[in-house]
Each structure stands twice: as C-alpha cells, then as structure tokens.
C-alpha cells in the first residue's frame, strides 16, 4: 500500500522531460519498460557481487552510477557543452523568490575560493600539532597559506579552494609548480575553532614531510569533488576549472537551462507545456528515485553500502539512513528527503516544524488505532516535537560534530548504534 502511494502520484518517471524533443542530447528514447529491465540487470550486477543485502530497505534504490548510466538528467551528470548553462541569476529572471533563498543555502555556499572563504579570514591563524609536525594555515590580505614544518625541514603552499561552508568542517585542495591538486591533510573544524587531520586521512606517522603534509588527488577523484561540490564544472569530457561556478546552484539539480529559458521567452512555448518540459523538475520523480536524487551527493543506500563506510560514519548519509527506517517501508511520497526539507530554503531547526510531516502518517492520540491513510501508531509518550527523540543526533568522531540520524526509531539509552 505505502509502496503504491509512492508509485502512483500520476506524474512521470524522470528523463521523460528531457526526452522531449528540446532535450540538450541527442535524443535517446528509451522505453520504460526497457530502462526498467536494464535497471535490474544494473541492479543485478551489484547483487551478484560480494555484498549481502541486509535490508529490505534497499528495494527500488540504487547506485549513483547506475542512475548515471539511465537516459535523462541527473545531478553529478557530465554535460555535453558549456553553452546549455545559464547560470542562478538568469533562473532569477522569473524564479525571483526561489533564487533569493536557495543562493543563501549553505548547498549554494559550500565552495569558494580559498581567498574568499569566511572561515579563513575569521580565523587568520589556524594551527595543530601531530607526528611531531606543526601545521598552520596562515591568512593575510592577499592569501591563505599551508604551512607544515618539522624534522628541521619546512613546506608551504598557497590555498587554492575551500570545501564545505564551516557548518561542521572546511577543507582544503591546493596545487603545486606541477599543476597537480593536493589535499591539505589539515582541515578545520567549527566545533575545534581549530585545526585537526582531515577527516578519513589522519596519519598514525609519516615518512616523509610530503606525506605529513599532503594527500596527491588523481584527477578523476577531483572531478568527483568538484561535481557533488559545483555547477557545472565536468563539461564536454574535461574539468574546466576555469569556468565552474562553485556552490550547488539551480542547474546543478534542474539540469543545463538554456533550452527551457529559451521557450519560456516565447509565449506561446510557455503555454503549451514545452518549455515546462524543457527543464528537469525533481519532483515529478517516484518516492525511491527521489531520495537517490538527493543521494547522487549525499550517497545513496547502495553508494554507501558500496563505499564500505561503517559505523556512526554512516550517519552523513541522509539518504542511507532514511530508507533503513520502519516508516519508509518500501518508499512512500510523504518521507522523501523534500517531505521535511525545502532545498530552495535554510535548513529549519525548530523540532516542531517536522510534526506534521510525522502525523502525516502517525495517528496523534495514545490508543487510537492506526488507519490505511495513517499507518503509524500512536506516540505512548508525546504528541510534538517527534524529531528531537526520535532522530538522535549522533556524534561521528572525525567530523567532531553531530549528525542528525535520519533512521527514524525509539532510540533505547545506551544502545550500540544500530546498523
Ligand atoms: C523566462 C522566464 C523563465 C526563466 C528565465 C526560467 N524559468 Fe523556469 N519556469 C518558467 C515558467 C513560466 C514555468 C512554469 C511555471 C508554472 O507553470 O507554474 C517554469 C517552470 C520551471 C520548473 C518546473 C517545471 C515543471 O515540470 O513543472 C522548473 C524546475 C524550472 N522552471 C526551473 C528553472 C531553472 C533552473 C531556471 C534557470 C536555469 C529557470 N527555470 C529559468 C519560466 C522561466
Ligand atoms: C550536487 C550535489 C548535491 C545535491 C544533488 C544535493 N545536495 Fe544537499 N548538500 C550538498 C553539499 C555539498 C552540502 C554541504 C553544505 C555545507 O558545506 O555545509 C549539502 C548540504 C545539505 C543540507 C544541510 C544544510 C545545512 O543547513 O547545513 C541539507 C538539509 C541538504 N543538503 C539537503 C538536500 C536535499 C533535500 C537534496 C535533494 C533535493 C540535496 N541536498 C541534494 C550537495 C548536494
Ligand atoms: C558524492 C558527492 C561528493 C563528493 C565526491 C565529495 N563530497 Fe564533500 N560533501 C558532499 C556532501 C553532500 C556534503 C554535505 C554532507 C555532510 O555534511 O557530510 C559534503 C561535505 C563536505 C565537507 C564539509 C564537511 C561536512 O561534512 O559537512 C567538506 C570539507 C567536503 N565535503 C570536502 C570534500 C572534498 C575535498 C572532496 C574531494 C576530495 C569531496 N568533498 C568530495 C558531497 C561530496
Ligand atoms: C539541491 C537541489 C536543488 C537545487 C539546488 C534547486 N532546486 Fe529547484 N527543485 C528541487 C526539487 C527536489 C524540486 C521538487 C520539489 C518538490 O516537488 O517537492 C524542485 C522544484 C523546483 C521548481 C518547481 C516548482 C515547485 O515549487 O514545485 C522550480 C521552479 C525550481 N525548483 C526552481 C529552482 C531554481 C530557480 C533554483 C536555483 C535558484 C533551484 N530550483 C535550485 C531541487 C533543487
Ligand atoms: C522526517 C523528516 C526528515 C526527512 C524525511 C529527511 N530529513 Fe534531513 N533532517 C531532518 C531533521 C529534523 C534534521 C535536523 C535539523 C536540525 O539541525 O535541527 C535534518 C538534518 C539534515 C541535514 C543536516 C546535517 C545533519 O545530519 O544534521 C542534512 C544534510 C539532511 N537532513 C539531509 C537529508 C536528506 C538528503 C534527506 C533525504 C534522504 C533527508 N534529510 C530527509 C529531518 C528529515
Ligand atoms: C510514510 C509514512 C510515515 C511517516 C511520514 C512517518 N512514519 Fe513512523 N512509521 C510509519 C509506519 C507505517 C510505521 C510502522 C512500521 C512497522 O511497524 O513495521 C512507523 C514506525 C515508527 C516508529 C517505530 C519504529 C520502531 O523502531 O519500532 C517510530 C518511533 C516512528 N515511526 C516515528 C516517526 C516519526 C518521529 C516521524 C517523523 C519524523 C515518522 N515516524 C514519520 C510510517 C511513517
Ligand atoms: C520526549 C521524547 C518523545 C517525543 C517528543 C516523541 N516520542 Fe514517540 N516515543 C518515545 C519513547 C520513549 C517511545 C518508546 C515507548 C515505549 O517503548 O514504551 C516512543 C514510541 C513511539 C512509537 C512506537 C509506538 C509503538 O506502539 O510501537 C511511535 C510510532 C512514536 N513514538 C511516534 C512519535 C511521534 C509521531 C511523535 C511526535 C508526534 C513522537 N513519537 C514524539 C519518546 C518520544
């Protein structure tokens, strides 16, 4: 029942909007029935490999990679050329509202140059020991500067980016004379106001000064970074670091606008549903592709599974969690990822903003009887602020911050964190 009400909003799987004849590639028209038998031979594949499935939970999600592999947009996507984009600011143009908020979203503002990162002019001398090496970032007018020194020998690099807004942590990718990227080993984090290792890359000791310092980065994996972290910044089979706009904007979601503002423009377009079809409109998508939307930078349940992260690590993957919960069951429109939060909008912090999306499916009074339209039981305990109990915040030790666990449950005091 839940499965259905996810599958039947009436509304179109994704990729049947750029399908259109106004879609940015050739068009590859594929039907459903056949994107769906290639789904599950895709799917197929990864089952057959070594990993045991272990929760139900998993059906109808998958990989990023596979979803890449599907026709139509999705986020992390390579575009074929740079004249698709438009940029936030024309979006802008007839999405007024929308714009003004999303661009103050710390999605929007995770990446800057170094040389325009807040976190570093407020913090102008950023330091950590460790392995007898000391690691500073020093910030004047001009720049940040990386510096390790130690073994009577000392390193410096100028800062080139700076990833994540500060909200738990910031890194840092630089280059050398060789035009290759590195990454700080340092990161900062909010919680420390300081310094400490880069999270997943602390060294128990170093050979050698390089190593103490620096973490070389393929460039395959930069484009990784730069396409869950930018807008636009894989285009036409190359990194154009030049031309990327750091931050998650509009087209990063909604896929390249240049066709939809180029019919929009035209009245009569606008009115007969092309240009509507011309741009990428997540919500159109079922309950299970929609949260691996959000997954395609987040990590999904099987990019997580497949990442081989454990633990309360996992807590940074929202989408992991979430579809591990009793209440997702097998996907269900009222628990996707834009049931509680607005992507457009700031993060709401208040608990009680969140009830109505729990009673959505909850009967609210003790002892009354759950219903086919409210599957969930009752609350013994309290009728509001479901979320403060029944989403804990745990503590994930190299991030030094808590993350919101999204798999919603009576959390026992004391228990081991339930995988
Ligand atoms: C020239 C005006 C114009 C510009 C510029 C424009 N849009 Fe739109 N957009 C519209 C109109 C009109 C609609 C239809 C609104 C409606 O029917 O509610 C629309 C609808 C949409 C939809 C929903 C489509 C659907 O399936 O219902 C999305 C998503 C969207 N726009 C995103 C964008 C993005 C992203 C940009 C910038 C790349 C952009 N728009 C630029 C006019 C514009
Ligand atoms: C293109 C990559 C990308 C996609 C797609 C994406 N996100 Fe994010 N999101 C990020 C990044 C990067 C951050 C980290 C921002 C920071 O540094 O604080 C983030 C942060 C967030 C935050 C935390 C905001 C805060 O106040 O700290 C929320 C909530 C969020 N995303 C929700 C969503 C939802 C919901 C979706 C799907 C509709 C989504 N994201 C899709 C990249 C993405
Ligand atoms: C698959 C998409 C993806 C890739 C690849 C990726 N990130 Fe992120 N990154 C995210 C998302 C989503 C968040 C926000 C979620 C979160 O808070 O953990 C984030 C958060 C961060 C943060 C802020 C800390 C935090 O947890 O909020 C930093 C710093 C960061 N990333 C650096 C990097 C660097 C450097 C690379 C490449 C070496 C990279 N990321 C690769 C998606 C990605
Ligand atoms: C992190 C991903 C993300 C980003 C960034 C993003 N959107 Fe959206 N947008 C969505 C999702 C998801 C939906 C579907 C929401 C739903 O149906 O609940 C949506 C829906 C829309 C719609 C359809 C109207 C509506 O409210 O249903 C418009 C128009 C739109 N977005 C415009 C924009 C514009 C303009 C920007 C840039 C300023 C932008 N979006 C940035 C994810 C995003
Ligand atoms: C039932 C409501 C609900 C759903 C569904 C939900 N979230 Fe959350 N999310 C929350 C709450 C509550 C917070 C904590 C807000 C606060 O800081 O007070 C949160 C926080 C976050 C954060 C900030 C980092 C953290 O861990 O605190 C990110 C990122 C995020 N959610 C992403 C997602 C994504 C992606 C999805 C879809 C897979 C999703 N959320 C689905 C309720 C929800
Ligand atoms: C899509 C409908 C839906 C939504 C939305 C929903 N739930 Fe549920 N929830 C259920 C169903 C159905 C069950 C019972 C599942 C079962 O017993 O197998 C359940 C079970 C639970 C349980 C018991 C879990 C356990 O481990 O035994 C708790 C606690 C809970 N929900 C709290 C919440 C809270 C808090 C929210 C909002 C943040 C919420 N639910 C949102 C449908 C939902
Ligand atoms: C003050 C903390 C707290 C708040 C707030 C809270 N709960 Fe609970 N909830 C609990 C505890 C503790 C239990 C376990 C009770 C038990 O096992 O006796 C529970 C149990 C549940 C259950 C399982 C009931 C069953 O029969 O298995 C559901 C469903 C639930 N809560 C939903 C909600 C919803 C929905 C809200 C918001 C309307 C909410 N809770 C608010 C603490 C809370």
Redesign the pocket.
Same mark, same amino acid.
């Given at each position: 029942m839940q499965n259905l009400q996810g599958r039947t909003q009436g509304k179109p799987a994704r990729g049947n909007a750029l399908e259109s004849s106004v879609a940015r590639l050739p068009p590859q028209p594929v039907p459903q029935a056949a994107r769906r038998s290639q789904r599950g031979l895709l799917r197929g594949f990864f089952l057959a490999s070594a990993i045991a499935v272990t929760a139900s939970a998993a059906k109808g999600q998958l990989s990023t990679q596979d979803h890449l592999s599907e026709p139509g947009f999705w $986020?992390?996507q390579e575009q074929a050329s740079r004249a698709e984009f438009v940029g936030s600011d024309v979006c802008a143009r007839c999405h007024a509202m929308k714009t003004a908020t999303q661009k103050e =979203? *710390?999605?929007a503002?995770? /990446?800057a140059l170094a040389q325009d990162a807040e976190v570093l002019r407020a913090h102008p001398a950023l330091a950590f020991s460790a392995n007898q090496f000391e690691y500073r970032i020093d910030t004047d007018q001009k720049q940040s500067t990386f510096s390790i020194a130690g073994e009577s020998q000392r390193l410096s690099y100028p800062l080139l980016w700076a #990833? %994540? =807004? %500060?909200?738990?942590a910031?890194s840092y990718l630089f280059k050398q004379q060789d035009g290759k990227f590195y990454e700080a080993r340092a990161s900062y984090f909010t919680n420390l106001h300081d310094q400490d290792f880069t999270p997943a890359r602390a060294l128990a000791s170093a050979s050698s000064i390089q190593q103490a310092m620096y973490r070389p980065v393929p460039m395959d994996e930069v484009r990784r970074c730069f396409?869950?972290?930018a =807008?636009a910044a894989n285009v036409g089979g190359v990194f154009d670091e030049q031309h990327l706009t750091p %931050?998650?904007g509009c087209e990063? &979601?909604h896929g390249p606008g240049a066709g939809h503002v180029k019919l929009m423009d035209k009245r009569a377009a606008s009115l007969s549903g092309a240009g509507k079809s011309a741009i990428f409109n *997540?919500g159109d998508l079922l309950a299970a592709d !929609?949260v691996d #939307?959000?997954? !395609?930078?987040?990590g999904t349940w099987w990019d997580t599974k497949l990442s081989g992260v454990k633990g309360v690590s996992t807590a940074r993957s929202?989408p992991y969690r979430l579809v591990t919960s009793k209440c997702w069951g097998t996907g269900d429109a009222r628990l996707t990822? =834009?049931a &509680?939060?607005? $992507?457009h909008r700031? /993060?709401q912090t208040d608990a009680s903003d969140y009830d109505p999306i729990c009673l959505s499916c909850h009967v609210s009074r003790a002892g009354e009887k759950p219903t086919s339209s409210h599957p969930g039981a009752a609350c013994p305990k309290a009728r509001r602020k479901c979320t403060d109990c029944h989403m804990e915040k745990v503590y994930v030790p190299e991030m030094h911050a808590n993350f919101t666990d999204h798999r919603i449950r009576v959390a026992h005091p004391g228990e081991p964190f339930p995988e």
């Open positions: $986020p992390t =979203t *710390p999605m503002k995770n /990446l #990833f %994540g =807004t %500060g909200r738990v910031q396409a869950c972290h =807008t %931050g998650v990063a &979601c *997540p !929609a #939307f959000c997954g !395609a930078c987040h929202a990822c =834009t &509680c939060h607005d $992507p700031q /993060l």
